[in-house]
């Protein structure tokens, strides 16, 4: 672990609030007489969020002081765990994952994102908006790569979409947490692929249907995937006459994605709904993707957008396309 130092400027003095005095009051009679130094992390947590996300050095004393304990003990725990914040951060306090999972997910894509709209890491930006600091596993691999901002997780993003999502924070809009793909948690791409028959699970015993459609052999669909050959998809010259497609509403696709998408020859949505595994294996190569269309689900956004657009789209999401 890193050295942690409190920082060189201080406040004057630390008191907690009367709301929680009287919450840090109720946590003390949690622990058996002599023991209240246990309570020492939830009051050190509380003295946090009371003072803007970071702990000063009056505050560790006073929760010391509330406990009997010595000074150093209160200050060991406070430099130790990494939750506790010994400088300042931004009102947005983004906790990136750099871990094994998100890096190979493309985790270094969002800390070039950090370094560009926040600028170094652990600094906070002139508005006092946004500060980063890239942290271990966030225990939410599933959704890789993801970030925490304050309280709330932010996953399976991307560099434009983690972008966006920072431009919006800063400028006060309101920010769906959870998973920016069409995912609604951690289940696989493309909808969850067992324990569709709720007959398993709502009380009412096993169908036959059920029992016969588990002992099937392994489909297409079920089989771990393979790495696959690339091939290039059909690609075209020029758009159709109507226009290109707005590659954009596809969750993933940002400005430049899209420039890199029309220069190959992608332009419309059936064209990105009809690739085979080895063409998605081609494109993802040409965009040095790491599995996004996959991750992304690019290939069943277009169906829907090709069939009927931002209507199709909202019925089979259940919201709007970007
Ligand atoms: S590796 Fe990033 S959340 Fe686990």
Same mark, same amino acid.
């Given at each position: 672990?890193?050295?942690?130092?409190?920082?060189?400027?201080?406040?004057?003095?630390?008191?907690?609030?009367r709301a929680?005095l009287s919450w840090a009051k109720g946590?003390?009679?949690?622990?058996?007489?002599? %023991?209240? =130094?246990?309570?020492?992390?939830?009051? &050190?947590?509380?003295? !946090?969020? !009371?003072?803007?996300?970071?702990?000063?050095?009056?505050?560790?004393?006073?929760?010391?002081?509330?406990?009997?304990?010595?000074?150093?003990?209160?200050?060991?725990?406070?430099?130790?765990?990494?939750?506790?914040?010994?400088?300042? +951060?931004?009102?947005?306090?983004?906790?990136?994952?750099?871990?094994?999972?998100?890096?190979?997910?493309?985790?270094?894509?969002?800390?070039?994102?950090?370094?560009?709209?926040?600028?170094?890491?652990?600094? $906070?930006?002139?508005?006092?908006?946004?500060? /980063?600091?890239?942290? @271990?596993?966030?225990?939410?691999? +599933?959704? =890789?790569?993801? #970030?925490?901002?304050?309280?709330?997780?932010?996953?399976?993003?991307?560099?434009?979409?983690?972008?966006?999502? &920072? =431009?919006?924070?800063?400028?006060?809009?309101?920010?769906?947490?959870?998973? !920016?793909?069409?995912?609604?948690?951690?289940?696989?791409?493309?909808?969850?692929?067992?324990?569709?028959?709720?007959?398993?699970?709502?009380?009412?015993?096993?169908?036959?249907?059920?029992?016969?459609?588990?002992?099937?052999?392994?489909?297409?669909?079920?089989?771990?995937?393979?790495?696959?050959?690339? #091939?290039?998809?059909?690609?075209? %010259?020029?758009?159709?006459?109507?226009?290109?497609?707005?590659?954009?509403?596809?969750?993933?696709?940002?400005?430049?994605? @899209?420039?890199? &998408?029309?220069? &190959?020859?992608?332009?419309?949505?059936? !064209? $990105?709904?009809?690739? %085979?595994?080895?063409?998605?294996? /081609? $494109?993802?190569?040409?965009?040095?993707?790491?599995?996004?269309?996959?991750?992304?689900? /690019?290939?069943?956004?277009?169906?829907?957008?090709?069939?009927?657009? @931002?209507?199709?789209?909202?019925? $089979?999401?259940?919201?709007?396309?970007?």
């Amino acid at each position: 672990m890193s050295v942690r130092r409190l920082d060189p400027v201080q406040p004057e003095s630390f008191a907690f609030s009367r709301a929680n005095l009287s919450w840090a009051k109720g946590q003390l009679k949690k622990y058996p007489k002599g %023991k209240q =130094a246990s309570a020492i992390i939830p009051l &050190l947590w509380r003295a !946090q969020e !009371q003072h803007d996300g970071w702990l000063p050095e009056p505050a560790i004393r006073h929760v010391a002081d509330m406990l009997g304990m010595p000074y150093i003990r209160a200050l060991e725990v406070a430099t130790f765990y990494t939750m506790f914040n010994l400088s300042p +951060v931004g009102e947005h306090f983004v906790q990136l994952c750099g871990t094994t999972p998100c890096m190979l997910c493309g985790s270094g894509d969002l800390i070039d994102v950090c370094k560009k709209v926040i600028g170094p890491e652990n600094t $906070v930006t002139a508005d006092g908006k946004l500060s /980063w600091m890239e942290v @271990e596993c966030l225990g939410a691999c +599933v959704n =890789a790569p993801m #970030a925490q901002v304050n309280k709330d997780y932010y996953e399976d993003l991307t560099a434009e979409n983690f972008e966006q999502i &920072l =431009a919006d924070l800063r400028a006060g809009k309101k920010v769906k947490p959870g998973p !920016q793909n069409s995912r609604h948690a951690s289940e696989p791409m493309g909808g969850a692929t067992t324990l569709l028959d709720p007959s398993l699970y709502n009380g009412k015993g096993r169908s036959k249907s059920a029992t016969s459609r588990t002992r099937k052999a392994p489909t297409a669909k079920t089989k771990s995937p393979k790495a696959s050959a690339t #091939a290039a998809p059909k690609l075209m %010259k020029t758009p159709r006459k109507a226009g290109a497609d707005d590659l954009k509403m596809i969750a993933g696709v940002g400005p430049k994605i @899209e420039g890199i &998408l029309n220069g &190959l020859g992608v332009f419309h949505f059936d !064209q $990105v709904s009809k690739w %085979k595994r080895a063409e998605v294996a /081609w $494109v993802d190569e040409q965009l040095k993707f790491k599995g996004r269309i996959d991750r992304e689900d /690019w290939i069943k956004q277009a169906k829907a957008l090709a069939k009927g657009g @931002e209507a199709e789209y909202v019925k $089979v999401f259940g919201k709007k396309p970007r």
